[in-house]
Protein backbone atom coordinates (compact mmCIF):
# COMPACT_ATOMS: atom_id res chain seq x y z
CA UNK A 1 0.00 0.00 0.00
CA UNK A 2 1.30 3.41 -0.93
CA UNK A 3 0.85 6.54 0.77
CA UNK A 4 1.30 10.15 0.31
CA UNK A 5 2.35 12.55 2.60
CA UNK A 6 2.66 16.26 1.44
CA UNK A 7 4.56 19.15 3.63
CA UNK A 8 6.01 22.33 3.10
CA UNK A 9 2.85 24.57 2.88
CA UNK A 10 2.28 28.02 5.37
CA UNK A 11 1.56 31.45 5.05
CA UNK A 12 3.74 33.90 2.89
CA UNK A 13 3.51 36.92 1.45
CA UNK A 14 2.83 37.86 -1.89
CA UNK A 15 5.99 37.33 -3.70
CA UNK A 16 8.00 34.74 -1.96
CA UNK A 17 8.10 31.30 -2.35
CA UNK A 18 7.92 27.78 -0.82
CA UNK A 19 8.94 24.66 -1.97
CA UNK A 20 6.42 21.90 -1.61
CA UNK A 21 7.31 18.21 -0.65
CA UNK A 22 5.47 15.01 -1.53
CA UNK A 23 6.72 11.64 -0.01
CA UNK A 24 6.02 8.33 -0.99
CA UNK A 25 5.91 5.32 1.28
CA UNK A 26 5.46 1.99 0.29
CA UNK A 27 6.86 -1.04 -1.51
CA UNK A 28 4.68 -0.84 -4.50
CA UNK A 29 5.41 2.64 -5.77
CA UNK A 30 5.90 2.68 -9.65
CA UNK A 31 4.17 5.34 -10.75
CA UNK A 32 3.85 6.47 -15.02
CA UNK A 33 3.39 9.74 -13.53
CA UNK A 34 2.82 12.32 -10.63
CA UNK A 35 0.58 15.54 -10.12
CA UNK A 36 -0.17 18.69 -8.39
CA UNK A 37 -3.35 20.02 -8.01
CA UNK A 38 -4.88 22.63 -5.57
CA UNK A 39 -8.47 23.33 -5.03
CA UNK A 40 -10.47 25.99 -3.09
CA UNK A 41 -13.23 25.62 -0.98
CA UNK A 42 -16.19 25.74 -3.18
CA UNK A 43 -14.01 25.37 -6.28
CA UNK A 44 -13.09 22.00 -8.22
CA UNK A 45 -9.57 20.59 -7.93
CA UNK A 46 -7.87 22.61 -10.58
CA UNK A 47 -4.39 21.09 -12.27
CA UNK A 48 -1.20 22.56 -11.65
CA UNK A 49 1.44 20.48 -13.13
CA UNK A 50 2.75 16.73 -13.76
CA UNK A 51 5.62 15.00 -14.44
CA UNK A 52 6.34 11.32 -15.74
CA UNK A 53 8.25 9.74 -13.67
CA UNK A 54 10.70 7.83 -15.83
CA UNK A 55 11.21 10.64 -18.05
CA UNK A 56 10.85 13.87 -16.30
CA UNK A 57 8.75 15.89 -18.68
CA UNK A 58 6.71 18.10 -17.30
CA UNK A 59 3.63 20.10 -18.15
CA UNK A 60 2.15 23.24 -16.05
CA UNK A 61 -1.41 25.04 -16.05
CA UNK A 62 -0.68 28.30 -18.07
CA UNK A 63 -1.53 29.91 -14.84
CA UNK A 64 1.63 29.22 -13.14
CA UNK A 65 3.93 28.48 -15.96
CA UNK A 66 7.50 30.35 -15.04
CA UNK A 67 6.70 30.29 -11.64
CA UNK A 68 6.14 26.85 -10.45
CA UNK A 69 8.58 24.12 -11.34
CA UNK A 70 7.62 20.11 -10.51
CA UNK A 71 10.37 17.68 -10.23
CA UNK A 72 11.01 14.18 -8.89
CA UNK A 73 13.60 12.46 -6.81
CA UNK A 74 13.39 8.65 -8.16
CA UNK A 75 16.10 7.33 -5.45
CA UNK A 76 14.02 9.04 -2.62
CA UNK A 77 10.42 8.65 -4.07
CA UNK A 78 9.92 12.01 -3.62
CA UNK A 79 8.09 14.21 -5.47
CA UNK A 80 8.80 18.30 -5.50
CA UNK A 81 6.92 21.82 -6.34
CA UNK A 82 8.56 25.21 -6.18
CA UNK A 83 6.95 28.11 -5.87
CA UNK A 84 8.27 31.10 -6.69
CA UNK A 85 6.68 34.90 -7.08
CA UNK A 86 3.44 33.47 -4.97
CA UNK A 87 0.36 35.64 -5.63
CA UNK A 88 -2.51 35.65 -3.35
CA UNK A 89 -4.98 34.03 -6.09
CA UNK A 90 -2.24 31.11 -5.82
CA UNK A 91 -4.01 30.60 -2.08
CA UNK A 92 -5.45 26.82 -2.01
CA UNK A 93 -4.89 23.29 -0.59
CA UNK A 94 -2.36 21.68 -2.68
CA UNK A 95 -2.18 18.13 -3.37
CA UNK A 96 0.17 15.26 -5.05
CA UNK A 97 -1.32 12.45 -6.70
CA UNK A 98 0.20 9.65 -8.50
CA UNK A 99 -0.99 7.24 -11.35
CA UNK A 100 -0.22 4.22 -12.71
CA UNK A 101 -1.83 5.00 -16.36
CA UNK A 102 0.11 5.54 -19.07
CA UNK A 103 -0.71 7.84 -21.65
CA UNK A 104 1.48 9.05 -24.59
CA UNK A 105 1.55 13.66 -24.45
CA UNK A 106 0.69 15.06 -21.03
CA UNK A 107 -3.02 15.83 -21.84
CA UNK A 108 -4.66 13.12 -19.87
CA UNK A 109 -2.58 13.64 -16.32
CA UNK A 110 -4.08 17.05 -16.47
CA UNK A 111 -7.46 15.41 -15.02
CA UNK A 112 -7.98 14.46 -11.49
CA UNK A 113 -9.58 11.21 -12.67
CA UNK A 114 -6.32 9.72 -14.19
CA UNK A 115 -5.20 9.84 -10.86
CA UNK A 116 -5.58 7.53 -8.21
CA UNK A 117 -3.68 7.87 -5.23
CA UNK A 118 -3.43 11.15 -3.21
CA UNK A 119 -2.02 12.47 -0.38
CA UNK A 120 -3.96 14.84 2.12
CA UNK A 121 -2.91 17.78 1.02
CA UNK A 122 -0.92 21.16 2.88
CA UNK A 123 -2.55 24.67 2.73
CA UNK A 124 -0.91 27.41 1.32
CA UNK A 125 -2.00 30.62 1.84
CA UNK A 126 -0.41 34.01 0.46
CA UNK A 127 -0.74 37.23 1.84
CA UNK A 128 -1.02 40.51 -0.23
Known amino acids: QVQLVESGGGLVQAGGSLRLTCAAA????????MGWFRQVPGKEREFVAS????????DYADAVKGRFTISRDNAKNTLYLQIASLQPEDTAVYYC?????????????????????WGQGTQVTVSS
Open 97 to 117: AHTGQLWPGHYYYRFSDTYNL
Open 51 to 58: IKWITGDT
Open 26 to 33: GRTFRPYA
